[in-house]
């Protein structure tokens, strides 16, 4: 690893007018030089796997905040009070987190609710690689970090799984997880709505984090 915040031959050569000429630079002079040299060198390998565990951090804290919201909503409305709630607060709720971490954060899901959520051409690939690995059994829907066209941005992504049975009451069977009464409020707030017929364990989307790389670095 290596520093550079001064030309070595310039210090030295400031160093020795400041001192007689009789007199030789001592050796704790010397290693003071050699350290001023050393930079921590950062490599693209260092960057994406900070950025794997940043995204990480940044997706729990989305998840814990929405489930929190989420929670709180249904013992105070119930479940069709709650996607009443969500409907309005989720993509709020984001936005706070994006701006708190200086990123951009997403759900996106072929099978998605609200229609903002359908993926890019981006998230659409990767999307389909999920699900390929989902339906085949192959364990390979690990968090994953990529760059971006732009250049200066990398793209975390992370595998969104039906994790028990309160997401059914929304995202189930309709008249077997989901109730009359709140089906009728998710048909009305998402008349695209194509989260429904969901299992414990099925693919629910994934998350999308727009990471500025300079941001990485500053963490580093």
């Known amino acids: 690893m290596k520093k550079l915040t001064f030309p070595l031959a310039l210090l030295f050569f400031h160093l020795l007018l400041s001192c007689k000429s009789d007199k030789r630079i001592s050796r704790e002079v010397f290693e003071q030089v050699q350290r001023s040299q050393e930079v921590k ?22 998840q814990k905040e929405l489930m929190g919201t989420l929670q709180k909503a249904i013992s105070e409305r119930g479940v069709s009070g709650a996607v009443e709630f969500c409907n309005i607060e989720a993509l709020p709720i984001l936005k ?17 609710r609200n229609p903002a ?49 309160l997401c059914l009451n929304c995202h189930g069977e309709p008249g077997v997880n989901i109730e009359k009464e709140t089906l009728e409020i998710i048909d009305r707030l998402y008349p695209e709505d194509k989260a429904k017929g969901h299992q414990i364990g099925s693919l629910r989307g994934m998350w999308s984090i727009s990471i500025p790389i300079k941001e990485v670095v500053n963490k580093m």
């Open 41 to 62: 060198k950062i490599n693209e390998v260092d960057i994406l796997n900070k950025a794997l565990e940043w995204g990480e951090e940044i997706s729990l804290e989305a």
């Open 96 to 112: 706070q987190v994006s701006d708190e971490y200086g990123v951009s954060i997403r759900r996106a899901s072929n099978a998605y």
């Open 117 to 165: 959520d359908q993926p890019n051409e981006t998230e659409k690939a990767i999307l389909e690689a999920y699900e390929y690995n989902q339906e085949n059994g192959i364990e390979g829907n690990a968090p994953n970090v990529q760059k971006l066209e732009n250049g200066k941005e990398l793209l975390f992504t992370k595998a969104i799984t039906i994790p028990g049975g």
